[in-house]
Each structure stands twice: as structure tokens, then as C-alpha cells.
């Protein structure tokens, strides 16, 4: 065993073992889809005074942090996103009814003077027997509470600062509007002609009913005299988080900001557990199945790839928890597509292995699978790479569910390649070391070629003699799509339109017909109504809001009995135009990153012809989906971005050997290049593509209505992604050749002499 494989096999068993460790110790931090809850994205909006920037929105949040709490919800997740937008995760709600009117009140910020301490079991006034405003201060002490003096909106400004000068430590600087100012001075004025040390002395800062701050007013200020409105602090034993918050409640409250409800998203457990069975079913089903065809195909080398397969899944698991990454459902689908997608290096390899086995038969074992990882290399490279692009793309352009498939599948990618080039790598080259392994051809699985070869050396199929026969037949398929975009229309998910989908499941069985004829009874005809998995009542409206909901549900249980929600996504029309602008522009960055990265990577011929193929495949996909009905909603564009991806990768792989075999064959003709290319790369393609679909269809067949569009866009998109980057790709590649290569012959002259002559076939571009 070499020095490079020791080190490449020490390090796999490290990284493995941290891989366990992490496994066993720590737990996923599951999204709101897998365990249940609501998430709710609140727009902060612009009001007379106030503009909704950045730092106005952190105050706010904080605001309706202290108000979250206050409903006991366990483990709530608050977040800005962006400048105006603050994301609310609250697990285990599945009525946000009281969440959303807690969330929706304006901040009240009020001061008011302390009448004293108010004895326990004491809340009316003696004389009018009026309720009084009670509360405890800071400390717990219960404080009688006079009316409200000041609100918070004269308050100007409230900043933490040290002040080291006096000793005081941390201190609130406040600020007040001129008038308020002079109420401000007159409150404390009164509260000043009390002793020092009577709760009489003492301001009370009241937000939401509750005692932020209640300060007493400093011995030095007279009878009447009261503070000035610009310079006023207020001092205790704050640390300075307990400042910094303190000033931020207080500015926070004092700016009141609405906030709107943008987006609404409630999953109910059993949906949520069941999306997490059908995904380990059909990734347990799927990896096997994977690990039995390339362990078929490719023997013991096969095998040893299936336990680096497995290795790989513990890894990119283990990423994910270590890195605490929420997993959302489309996550769970990405971390399973990847499996299928992490066999595609390994099969490069080992392709490339069997060419040099097949070349030059006497060479030791070891020599070929040194050679063919060597010869991958760039093709696994470029590959992966156009991989990332499409999950940074998700990662960017995306919102909620949306962003975590792309940081799954970024993560996969990586520990893909890792399990290729160093795991397996490490395995096969000891077991290449064994002169058992490479004396029995029949074992190792490389020394041999495969069925597929072999029938393609022996028909040797002439593909490129005529390549715009192949682009008529990929333009007729484009045309069907576009009918079916244009006769069918695309369903837009309520993501993209705004509105309601709301889907019930009911004790009793209820069909369609009786759902809609009720529910129009109660109000609600312009619902459209239909049966989702299970017997379940899908229920899609435009602009409902929480009672109405509740409402929708009470007229549904008339017919259906005890009815429970399973989920629930609400969208507003403003987020539901930015969502559907941000899809399109994803889709054309998608194209011309892509473009970018081929044009610098090859010849710009061969972007080009890479990007119709990929256009090509997007819009084969959305008419599919046309034509079906399906709808087209954000995780339908997580699917379309990885079909992007994974077209690109196959174009990639042989436009690589294209230009490796252009270099050495300098004065062969490209379509003759092109057309070994392609039959060379024939049997990586179909042996990747086969271990992708046996993940797809387990989890279009296990995955439930949740994941089943997601396995069907990508189930189409690899098979047509599978048929472009070699019948579009490639002879939209010769055909720009032929056009900017060739030029016309000069009137007159014989075509010998009016021929260009033969110019390098790797200039403009081309590297190795």
C-alpha cells in the first residue's frame, strides 16, 4: 500500500469517526414541516413617520419577542430577514389564531406615575371602586399604577451608554418630542416632591402591560422642577445587555411599526411525521437498490463503492446536525437525491478504468484505476462545480423550504465528492493491491468491459452525420411543451399567485361535490376544492384570513365530523408577486452562470450548446407539467434549478471528453470526435442515471403528495436532461462549429482553394 493511500485511508476513518460520533450525540434540528408548528414572515411596514429600515425592524422584533413569550410557546425562533421582514417559527402551534393577534398589535409604550405599592389582593380604587392598573416592577413588588401621562410616541430617541465619569455604569439615555418633553418634565416634577425612597418617587415604563423600567427620580431634582426633556437618564445596576435591551424596547416602543402577515405556514404533526418515514423508507429502499445495481455492474469495485456510498450518507448527515442546519422537507428530499446523485463520481471512475483496461489489456490493475481517477478528475470536477452553482442559485433566490434544499444539496455534493476521491478511492486501491482482485478479471469488475460498451464498439452507430435531424426532434419536443404552457396554462402554487391552501383531514369520508356544495353554503363558493392524499380535502382561496379559516373548518366538520388540520399555507399578494419575480430571475442567472462557467471551462460552442440543452430541458419539464396539472410552486423550482444542475453535469462530462480527445487528434473532424465522445461517456450516463431514478421513484412512489411532484419534475428532467447532452447539446455544438469555422466558398474559385484553411482546433478558448 502506497504512502498516498495510507493517508487517504487515515483520513476517511478519521473523518468517519467524527461522522459517528456527531451521529450518536447530537439530534437534527428539525423544520417546522417535520415536526409540526407554525411559521409565520411578518412585513414591517412604512407608517407616516417612520421609515421600515433595518434597525427599525430589529426593534420591532424584539417587541414581539417579549410578546412570544408571553404565549408559552416552547423554543420559539424570531429572525429578521432582510430590511423589513422578520421570520416567526412556532412549534407545536397549530392555531396561530392567538399568535396572530398578539403579533399584530401596535407596541403600547406608556408612562405613568407610581401612587405606591399596592397591598396583595388590592385592585380597586377604595373610593370609586374603578379597576386599577396593577403590576409588579422589576423586582416583583406591586405597584399601584396612575393613568397613563405619556405615551410612547413622544419619545424620540433611547441609546445605552457607559458613563464612566460618575461611576453610574451602564446607562439609558432618553430623548423626547417637544411637547412630550414638557409632560415628561411635569410627571417628573410631581413624582419629585416625594422622600427619596418612597415608591412615590418612581416613573413607571409600562410596555405591553408590563413593567420594563420604573426608575426612581434623583434626590438632586426639587419639588416641581422636574427633568429636562433632552437630558434625562435612567441609572441602575444594568450589565449592558440589560442597557442595550432596555433602550431597545423603550425606541422600540416608542416607534410603533405594523406589521403585516406576508406569509403563514402551519404543519400538522402526522404530516410531518409521515414526511419523515416515507423519506428514510425511500432512502433506505432506494440506497439499496443503488448499491445492488453498481455492485451488479461493477462487482467487488461496486461493492466497495456501495460502502463508500454509505459512508457518504453518515457523513453529509452528520454535516448537517453538526452544523445545525434546520432540515426542511424539501432537505430530507435533497439529502436523498443526493445519495443517488453521490454514485455519479464513482461510475467516472471506473469508466475511465475499464477504457484503460480495455486499451491496453497487459497494464497492472492498479495502473487503471490510478489512471481513471486521474483521467475524472476534471470531468468530476466540472461537474460538481455546475452542481453548486444550482444549489447557491436555491441557497440566494430562494425563501424558506427553498434555501434549506439548497444548503442540503450543497452539503451532498461535497461529501460526494469526498466519499469518490478519497473513501472509495482508498478502498479500491488496496483492493487493486491483491493479486487475487487483479488476477480474476471476473471479480474486480474494471478489467472487463461492461454490456454497454461492448455493444456499442460492435455497432459503432454514426449519431452526428446529419446533427440538425436531432434539433428538428428536440424542437418538436420543445413546441408540445410550449402548446401545453399555452392551451393548459401553468398552475401557479399559491406561492407564486397569493392567497390560502389549507388542507383538512376529516373522520368521516367526504367527497369533493359535498365539500364544495357545503362550503359554498357557508359562504365560501369561490373556493375550488379538491382531495389530496389519504382522503384529505384540499381547500385553496384567495385573501382568508384566520377566522375565516377557522370559519371554513367548523362549516367542512358539518359533513366530514371531527375535521384537524394538516396544513396550511397562507400567502400575501405582495410576497406572492416578489416570490414569482425572484423564480424568474433565478432561472435566468441559473442560464447565465452556467453560461459563464462553460465559456471560460471550453469553448464557448460548447456553452452555448450546454445552455440550449438546458433551456431546452426547463421547458420540457414546466409543459409536462402543464399538460399534467401539476402545480408549479416553490418546491417545484427547487426540482426545476436542480435539473439545471444536473443537465448541465451531464453536458459537462461529455463536452470533457470532447476536448480531450479533440487535443490529441488534432486533424480528425469534430463530429467524429464528438460521436466517440459520446459513445465513450454512453455507459457513465446510463449507470448514473439508473441510480438516480431508483431514488426518484422510491420517493414518488413512498414520498406522499408532499414529495411525489418534487420526484416527478425531477424524474422527467433527468430522462429528457439524460437525451439533451447528447441530442441537443452536442449537435447544437457542431452546428455553431460549422458556422463560424467554415466559411463560404469565394465565388469563382474551386471549394479547394476557397477553403479556410484548418485553424487549431483548441484556440478560442479550449484548455485542458
Known amino acids: 500500500m502506497t504512502r498516498a493511500t495510507t493517508v487517504r485511508a487515515v483520513l476517511a476513518a478519521a ?16 423544520g417546522l414541516d417535520l415536526q409540526g408548528g407554525t411559521r409565520m414572515v411578518l412585513q414591517a411596514k412604512d407608517s407616516a413617520t417612520v421609515e421600515a429600515d433595518r434597525e427599525t425592524t430589529d426593534r420591532t422584533l424584539e417587541v414581539l419577542r417579549q410578546r412570544i413569550d408571553s404565549l408559552g410557546v416552547a423554543e420559539p425562533v424570531l429572525t429578521r430577514s432582510g430590511e423589513d421582514r422578520i421570520i416567526v417559527e412556532l412549534p407545536d402551534v397549530q392555531d396561530p389564531r392567538q399568535a396572530a393577534a398578539v403579533i399584530g398589535r401596535t407596541a403600547q409604550l406608556s408612562f405613568h ?8 389582593g388590592t385592585d380597586t380604587a377604595p373610593e370609586t371602586g374603578e379597576k386599577r392598573l396593577i403590576l409588579p416592577d422589576e423586582q416583583g413588588t406591586r405597584l399601584d399604577l396612575g393613568p397613563v401621562r405619556l405615551s410612547g410616541a413622544g419619545v424620540k430617541d433611547a441609546t445605552a451608554f457607559f458613563e464612566a465619569q460618575q461611576a453610574a455604569g451602564w446607562t439609558v439615555k432618553l430623548d423626547f418630542h417637544k411637547d412630550a418633553g414638557k409632560d415628561w418634565t411635569k410627571l417628573t416634577g410631581e413624582a419629585a416632591c416625594h422622600p427619596s425612597g418612597d415608591e412615590r418617587r418612581r416613573v413607571a415604563i409600562v410596555l405591553d402591560e408590563k413593567v420594563i423600567s420604573s426608575p426612581q427620580v434623583d434626590p438632586s431634582v426639587g419639588c416641581q422642577a422636574g427633568l429636562p426633556s433632552g437630558g434625562t437618564q435612567i441609572t441602575g445596576s444594568f450589565t449592558a445587555k440589560e442597557a442595550r435591551d432596555l433602550a431597545l424596547l423603550i425606541k422600540g416602543g416608542a416607534l410603533p411599526v405594523p406589521v403585516e402577515i406576508v406569509e403563514q405556514r402551519t404543519v400538522g404533526p402526522t404530516l410531518g411525521a409521515a414526511a419523515i418515514d416515507a423519506s428514510a423508507q425511500a432512502a433506505l429502499i432506494g440506497a439499496a437498490a443503488t448499491a445492488l445495481f453498481i455492485t451488479f455492474v461493477y462487482r467487488l469495485f461496486g461493492a466497495l463503492a456501495a460502502v463508500a456510498l454509505a459512508a457518504y450518507g453518515v457523513i453529509s448527515y452528520a454535516a448537517l446536525v453538526g452544523l445545525g442546519v434546520t432540515l426542511t422537507l424539501p432537505g430530507l428530499a435533497g439529502f436523498v437525491l443526493a445519495i443517488g446523485m453521490a454514485v455519479d463520481s464513482n461510475v467516472l471512475v471506473f469508466e475511465r478504468a475499464r477504457e484503460e483496461c480495455q486499451d491496453r489489456p497487459t497494464r497492472s490493475l492498479r495502473s487503471a484505476l490510478t489512471t481513471g481517477f486521474q483521467k475524472a478528475f476534471s470531468a468530476v470536477a466540472d461537474s460538481n462545480i455546475t452542481t453548486l452553482l444550482a444549489a447557491g442559485l436555491l441557497f440566494f433566490l430562494g425563501s424558506g423550504p427553498v434555501k434549506g434544499f ?8 461535497i461529501a460526494s465528492m469526498f466519499s469518490a476521491l478519497v473513501i472509495a478511492r482508498a478502498l479500491t486501491e488496496i483492493a487493486a493491491g491483491s493479486r487475487f482482485v487483479s488476477d480474476y478479471r471476473g471479480v474486480n469488475g474494471i478489467a472487463r468491459p461492461g454490456s454497454v460498451r461492448t455493444w456499442l464498439t460492435r455497432k459503432d452507430p454514426q449519431l452526428f452525420r446529419k446533427p440538425v435531424q436531432w434539433l428538428v426532434i428536440s424542437t418538436v419536443m420543445v413546441a408540445v411543451a410550449v402548446a401545453g404552457i399555452v392551451v393548459r ?21 367526504v367527497d369533493v361535490e359535498t365539500a364544495r356544495s357545503t362550503l359554498a353554503d357557508a359562504g365560501f363558493g369561490d373556493a375550488e376544492i379538491t382531495t389530496a392524499g389519504d382522503g384529505d380535502i384540499s381547500v385553496r382561496t384567495g385573501k382568508l384570513d384566520n377566522d375565516g379559516e377557522h370559519a371554513l373548518r367548523t362549516a367542512l366538520a358539518t ?12 400567502i400575501g399578494p405582495s410576497l406572492g408577486d416578489e416570490l414569482r419575480r425572484n423564480a424568474l430571475i433565478a432561472l435566468g442567472v441559473a442560464v447565465l452562470v452556467q453560461l459563464a462557467y462553460l465559456a471560460v471551462r471550453f469553448r464557448w460552442t460548447f456553452a452555448v450548446g450546454s445552455v440550449i440543452a438546458m433551456v431546452h430541458d426547463v421547458m420540457i419539464v414546466v409543459g409536462a407539467f402543464a399538460w399534467l396539472g401539476r402545480p408549479v410552486d416553490g418546491i417545484f423550482l427547487a426540482a426545476l434549478l436542480t435539473v439545471i444542475g444536473y443537465s448541465v453535469n451531464d453536458s459537462v462530462v461529455v463536452f470533457d471528453r470532447v476536448r480531450e480527445l479533440w487535443a490529441g487528434n488534432r486533424k480528425t473532424p469534430l463530429a467524429t470526435i464528438a460521436r466517440r465522445a459520446v459513445l465513450q461517456t454512453v455507459p457513465r450516463t446510463v449507470n448514473t442515471g439508473m441510480g438516480a431514478l431508483f431514488i426518484l421513484v422510491a420517493l414518488a412512489v413512498l414520498g406522499g403528495d408532499s414529495l411525489a411532484d418534487f420526484a416527478l419534475a425531477l424524474l422527467i428532467g433527468i430522462v429528457v436532461g439524460t437525451w439533451s447532452s447528447v441530442f441537443t447539446a452536442v449537435p447544437g455544438a457542431l452546428v455553431l462549429e460549422r458556422t463560424t469555422t467554415a466559411p463560404p466558398p469565394v465565388p469563382g474559385k474551386s471549394s479547394r482553394r476557397a477553403r479556410a484553411p484548418r485553424r487549431d482546433p483548441l484556440d478560442n478558448g479550449a484548455r485542458v
Open 15 to 30: 473523518v468517519l469517526l467524527v461522522s459517528v460520533f456527531i451521529t450518536l450525540t447530537m439530534s437534527p434540528r428539525l
Open 489 to 509: 396554462g401553468v398552475d401557479l402554487g399559491v406561492e407564486f399567485t397569493g392567497g390560502r391552501l389549507v388542507e383538512y383531514s376529516t373522520s368521516r369520508p
Open 559 to 570: 359533513e366530514g365530523g371531527e375535521t384537524t388540520k394538516v396544513r396550511d399555507e397562507l
Open 406 to 413: 439548497g444548503v442540503t444539496l450543497a452539503i451532498g455534493v
Open 113 to 120: 406615575e407610581v401612587l405606591g405599592a399596592a397591598p396583595s
